[in-house]
């Protein structure tokens, strides 16, 4: 009973340096995003996914990448690493649309970017 | 922008008193209102819900109020328990879903 699997839990970067995110879910989802959580911002949805091979940009989409192979994976890329992506990251999952569905997280991947 | 507002960054009660959490939104077309709660080292889990259609919606200890008009929503919390220490986030949704910076609320025993 896994839920939202994030790996890895830590991650220490150099800037410029490129490294990817992996989420996998065993709910049978639909739906899937990335968010980032930074101190007193909330949670920003980076981009988010409506079914296996889609991919759509949402509110800080810049400097990241996503993709979608398989219905159960969502992984997020960063192609060169800057310090302002030091955050928490955060995958999420549901069955549908999020007006009506309530998001399934994992626990997160903490990313220093020095 | 951001469209939902947690102003207060941290509470404190006494356990067994009553835990009030506050939200503002400013865009009308949302129609889902949700609290999500976290701890440490975790990523956080759904708490209740309500949609624009209601003005109450209640689950055991925990009492989500909606006031449309003045675009204002609360979270109570009666009797508050220690194990309720964490941060409470609520989001608003129309087609994604909008988090607020998040609220720690801390119960003394």
């Known amino acids: 009973n896994a839920g939202v699997t994030q790996t890895p839990k830590f991650r220490v970067l150099k800037t410029g340096q490129s490294m990817t995110l992996l989420c996998a879910q065993d709910m049978n989802h639909e739906y899937m995003y990335w968010y980032r959580q930074d101190p007193g911002m909330g949670l920003r949805l980076i981009h988010y996914?409506?079914?296996?091979?889609?991919?759509a940009k949402g509110e800080v989409p810049d400097g990241y990448n996503v993709s979608r192979l398989k219905k159960q994976n969502f992984l997020l890329g960063l192609e060169s690493a800057a310090p302002s992506q030091t955050s928490v990251y955060f995958c999420?999952?549901?069955?549908?649309?999020?007006?009506?569905?309530?998001?399934?997280f994992g626990n997160g991947t903490r990313l220093t970017v020095t | 922008d951001q469209q939902v507002k947690q102003n207060s960054p941290s509470l404190s009660v006494q356990e067994g008193r009553i835990s009030i959490l506050n939200c503002d939104y400013t865009?009308?077309?949302?129609?889902?209102f949700l609290w999500y709660k976290k701890y440490p080292a975790e990523g956080p889990t759904f708490l209740i819900s309500?949609?624009?259609?209601?003005d109450k919606n209640e689950d055991g200890r925990f009492t989500v109020f909606l006031n449309k008009s003045a675009k204002h929503l609360s979270l109570h919390i009666v009797p508050s328990q220690p194990g309720d220490s964490a941060v409470y986030f609520c989001?608003?949704?129309?087609?994604?879903?909008?988090f607020g910076a998040g609220t720690r609320l801390t119960v003394k025993p």
């Open positions: 996914s409506v079914g296996e091979g889609t991919t």
């Open positions: 989001a608003a949704s129309d087609w994604d879903m909008r």
């Open positions: 865009n009308s077309m949302f129609d889902y």
């Open positions: 309500i949609s624009s259609i209601k």
């Open positions: 999420a999952s549901t069955y549908g649309w999020s007006s009506n569905s309530p998001l399934h």
